[in-house]
């Protein structure tokens, strides 16, 4: 069960940002979670407020994905450093 993978322009740009080890490591992820998006990736946590929105660790970066069940689609809101999720979600989905 394959889902859609979308992202935002934000998440374009900002990945240019992340070192090479982190930006392998990402897509690496983000093509298991397209293929397997109920299982929870390693080193992810729910965001509080949100539904289906949920953060991945990779170093001081944090991922921010939203799985959209119905749609069979994952969005990348964006990758950025520790700290700064709420602030970036509030400014996008706000």
Same mark, same amino acid.
């Given at each position: 069960?394959?889902?859609?993978?979308?992202?935002?322009?934000?998440?374009?740009?900002?990945?240019?940002?992340?070192?090479?080890?982190?930006?392998?490591?990402?897509? @690496?992820? &983000?093509?298991? +979670?397209?293929?397997?998006? /109920?299982?929870?990736?390693?080193?992810?946590?729910?965001?509080? !407020? $949100?539904?289906?929105?949920?953060?991945?660790?990779?170093?001081?970066? @944090?991922? &921010?994905?939203? +799985?959209?069940?119905?749609? /069979?689609?994952?969005?990348?809101?964006?990758?950025?450093?520790? !700290? $700064?999720?709420?602030?970036?979600?509030?400014?996008?989905?706000?």
């Amino acid at each position: 069960m394959s889902y859609k993978i979308e992202s935002h322009k934000r998440f374009r740009k900002d990945i240019k940002k992340v070192p090479k080890h982190h930006q392998k490591n990402i897509h @690496r992820v &983000i093509l298991e +979670l397209a293929n397997n998006p /109920k299982k929870k990736p390693p080193n992810s946590t729910a965001l509080k !407020g $949100e539904k289906d929105v949920y953060r991945i660790r990779f170093g001081k970066y @944090r991922l &921010i994905v939203s +799985l959209k069940h119905p749609a /069979k689609e994952i969005f990348i809101i964006g990758v950025v450093p520790r !700290g $700064e999720v709420y602030k970036i979600l509030e400014r996008l989905l706000g």
